[in-house]
């Protein structure tokens, strides 16, 4: 049973406190109550501390943990960087209420299979800044979400800014608009000359986690988008099929989340060879 709830201030505090405590952190708390309050001795809230920013320069935007969801949607600044892509991942989570709660640091804690911001992030190649009882450190969110180092405070996320070759595409398939998605996933591709480049992918609702498809990413590396297009299409699309392993569920079976994949998959790759005229 919960028998303290602790605002402190500063990140520092934070995590002594929930070392203190044995407690979890909580931001938004549409994950953490759930189902009820969780049965720890102590609520650590991120509410009081100063993590609710957006700081873009010329490389990178920096968004700090407390960011909510809808803030995401709403903010002016992250499409004139090239990040409109997190916007629009984000905005068919929940409803409006539930976007107005859930943070950018909390999704990442949360770490759900099929969460819709985790795979533009990891497309973006985008790093989280922690604090831990050590002092501050940044990793990949691919790095943090295969091994979250035990207490971190994530305090924000750098998502490095596209330059202009960039496409971003993000694709989802929910039963209803508001629904958890089947499948979601978004691709970020440089497309150079005709040629696609440093191609990323990573897909959710296909695994236990959401994932990376490197041999995907594979077939579209150095590709060029003028010869053999079915072709290559098709190469991508049987590729995202044999890299995923989907289970099935009451929103899909594994057959059908395997099909939605390379559909989607072939919907960006199509969307971001558009985008650039490629
Ligand atoms: C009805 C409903 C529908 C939803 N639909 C979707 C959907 O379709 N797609 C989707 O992607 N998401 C969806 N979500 C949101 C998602 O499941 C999470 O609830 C949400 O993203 C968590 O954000 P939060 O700020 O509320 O986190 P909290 O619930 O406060 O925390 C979540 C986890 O993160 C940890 N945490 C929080 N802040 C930090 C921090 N700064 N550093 C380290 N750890 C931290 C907590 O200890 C906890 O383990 C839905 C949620 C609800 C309630």
């Given at each position: 049973m919960v028998q303290q709830f602790l605002r402190p201030t500063t990140p520092a505090e934070a995590v002594q406190m929930r070392t203190d405590t044995g407690g979890v952190y909580i931001a938004g708390g549409t994950d953490v109550n759930w189902q009820g309050p969780p049965d720890v001795a102590a609520l650590v809230s991120?509410?009081?501390?100063?993590?609710?920013f957006v700081r873009t320069d010329s490389s990178v935007v920096e968004i700090g943990a407390n960011v909510t969801l809808q803030e995401l949607v709403d903010h002016d600044e992250l499409a004139p960087a090239g990040l409109a892509a997190l916007g629009h991942a984000v905005a068919r989570i929940g409803n409006r209420s539930i976007r107005c709660l859930a943070t950018v640091g909390g999704t990442i804690g949360a770490?759900?299979?099929?969460?819709?911001l985790i795979p533009v992030l990891m497309a973006l190649d985008a790093t989280v800044s922690l604090v831990t009882a050590a002092g501050e450190e940044a990793m990949t969110v691919e790095d943090y979400l295969a091994a979250p180092p035990?207490?971190?405070?994530?305090v924000a996320l750098r998502v490095p800014r596209p330059d202009s070759a960039t496409a971003v595409s993000v694709q989802r398939l929910a039963r209803?608009?508001?629904?958890?998605?089947v499948v979601n996933l978004a691709l970020a591709v440089r497309v150079v000359a005709g040629a696609l480049v440093e191609p990323r992918l990573a897909v959710a609702g296909v695994a236990p986690a959401v994932t990376r498809l490197p041999k995907a990413e594979a077939v579209l590396a150095g590709a060029e988008v003028g010869k053999d297009w079915p072709g290559l299409v098709e190469r991508f699309a049987a590729a995202v099929t044999a890299g995923v392993e989907p289970a099935g569920d009451g929103r899909g079976s594994a057959s059908f989340r395997a099909e939605v994949a390379a559909t989607l998959a072939r919907r960006a790759l199509q969307a971001c060879v558009e985008e650039k005229g490629g």
């Amino acid at each position: 049973m919960v028998q303290q709830f602790l605002r402190p201030t500063t990140p520092a505090e934070a995590v002594q406190m929930r070392t203190d405590t044995g407690g979890v952190y909580i931001a938004g708390g549409t994950d953490v109550n759930w189902q009820g309050p969780p049965d720890v001795a102590a609520l650590v809230s991120t509410a009081d501390l100063p993590l609710a920013f957006v700081r873009t320069d010329s490389s990178v935007v920096e968004i700090g943990a407390n960011v909510t969801l809808q803030e995401l949607v709403d903010h002016d600044e992250l499409a004139p960087a090239g990040l409109a892509a997190l916007g629009h991942a984000v905005a068919r989570i929940g409803n409006r209420s539930i976007r107005c709660l859930a943070t950018v640091g909390g999704t990442i804690g949360a770490n759900k299979p099929y969460s819709d911001l985790i795979p533009v992030l990891m497309a973006l190649d985008a790093t989280v800044s922690l604090v831990t009882a050590a002092g501050e450190e940044a990793m990949t969110v691919e790095d943090y979400l295969a091994a979250p180092p035990v207490g971190a405070l994530i305090v924000a996320l750098r998502v490095p800014r596209p330059d202009s070759a960039t496409a971003v595409s993000v694709q989802r398939l929910a039963r209803s608009v508001n629904d958890w998605s089947v499948v979601n996933l978004a691709l970020a591709v440089r497309v150079v000359a005709g040629a696609l480049v440093e191609p990323r992918l990573a897909v959710a609702g296909v695994a236990p986690a959401v994932t990376r498809l490197p041999k995907a990413e594979a077939v579209l590396a150095g590709a060029e988008v003028g010869k053999d297009w079915p072709g290559l299409v098709e190469r991508f699309a049987a590729a995202v099929t044999a890299g995923v392993e989907p289970a099935g569920d009451g929103r899909g079976s594994a057959s059908f989340r395997a099909e939605v994949a390379a559909t989607l998959a072939r919907r960006a790759l199509q969307a971001c060879v558009e985008e650039k005229g490629g």
